[in-house]
């Protein structure tokens, strides 16, 4: 039976938008070319470093951005990089907002009281939808949508809602510049930015002192019948 469901594989790929990063779809060959899942992250000029699970990597600058899943580094790669190893393409520190960790669940899971370290990044599957009227009898339309929060320490002062409405717009930038979503769907956007959601009050009220911003991202899929 074909996999209709697709929760699961947008999720890890909003994760890595979410780290600023791409998976790699094919093994590196030695050349200064690499192959990914969307190269709308990334700009000439950018310092970028590829990674996989073992923790090697390497740092380049983006040369040329050949079509949607090629990037031309600016010297060829030296490690091997590979798609069962996790390998990625992602920003440089300095070109993305500072997280500590990304997790997929809900953010009232959290333990309480945490030892976590913040800022932090938790993503929520929430409701999918199947409009029957934009679908035929040979394709049908999927649109999922997730909550993307940004959590951080709670801080008194007037300034402490603008700071974290500021560093959680890096987020999304980063979420609205990849409408491929790591080319898990063909259209995908940010349809709400939240400061003070109701997940804050949840998480104070299990003694969390935390501020939270909540992104709502809508990701659409055209699928055809089995």
Avoid at 24 to 49: A, H
Avoid at 186 to 208: D, I, N
Wanted: proline fraction near 5%.
């Amino acid at each position: 039976m074909a996999d209709m469901l697709h929760y699961d594989e947008i999720a890890r790929a909003l994760r890595l938008v979410c780290q600023g990063a791409a998976a790699l779809t094919e093994d590196t060959d030695g050349t200064d070319t690499v192959t990914v899942s969307s190269s709308c992250l990334f700009s000439v000029g950018d310092t970028v470093v590829l990674a996989d699970a073992s923790e090697q990597q390497e740092a380049h600058t983006v040369s040329e951005i050949l079509g949607l899943t090629q990037v031309k580094l600016d010297s060829a790669v030296s490690g091997e990089y590979t798609v069962a190893a996790q390998a990625r393409l992602q920003l440089a520190q300095s070109l993305r907002p500072e997280v500590k960790w990304i997790t997929i669940g809900r953010p009232d899971a959290l333990p309480a009281p945490t030892r976590l370290e913040f800022p932090a990044v938790v993503i929520e599957p929430a409701v999918m939808k199947q409009p029957p009227n934009a679908g035929s009898n040979r394709s049908y339309q999927q649109e999922y949508t997730f909550q993307v929060y940004y959590l951080d320490r709670y801080e008194e002062g007037v300034e402490a809602d603008m700071d974290a409405i500021e560093k959680a717009a890096g987020l999304f930038n980063l979420i609205m510049s990849d409408p491929y979503l790591g080319g898990t769907c063909y259209h995908s956007q940010v349809v709400e930015f939240e400061p003070g959601p109701k997940a804050e009050q949840k998480l104070r009220s299990k003694e969390l002192p935390l501020r939270v911003v909540r992104i709502e991202v809508l990701a659409r899929r055209a699928e055809v019948w089995a």
